[in-house]
């Protein structure tokens, strides 16, 4: 299992991203999926999660209300929609697997004036 995140960049504050993470040529409808961050110099930071049927979703607290998961089973991606970005969300975020342990390679977010 592989996983690819991509839509990252640089962004002003308030600004949006959306981030994709697909599964190519594998499916994971059964499973549930996690987004991470991790910045310069910090630990890694879980962003959101969000249960195989996306039916329920939990996000970290610096992140609720602004953020929000979701996905599409039916082609194997999994979404972060991240809206009023701060210069503190500058990261790089990945996606995991928690059932396989895998991670993607991550895509970079800068948010600055």
């Known amino acids: 299992v592989q996983l690819a995140e991509s839509g990252g960049g640089s962004v002003q504050p308030g600004g949006s991203l959306r981030l994709p993470c697909v599964a190519p040529?594998?499916?994971?409808?059964?499973?549930?999926m996690r987004w991470y961050r991790q910045a310069a110099g910090k630990e890694r930071e879980l962003v959101a999660f969000i249960s195989s049927g996306g039916g329920s979703t939990n996000y970290g607290d610096s992140v609720k209300g602004r953020f929000t998961i979701s996905r599409d089973n039916g082609k194997n991606t999994v979404y972060l929609q991240m809206n009023s970005l701060k210069p503190e969300d500058t990261a790089v975020y990945l996606c995991?697997?928690?059932?396989?342990?895998?991670w993607g390679q991550g895509t970079q977010v800068t948010v600055s004036s």
């Open positions: 995991y697997l928690l059932a396989y342990n895998v």
């Open positions: 040529g594998s499916t994971f409808s059964g499973y549930a």
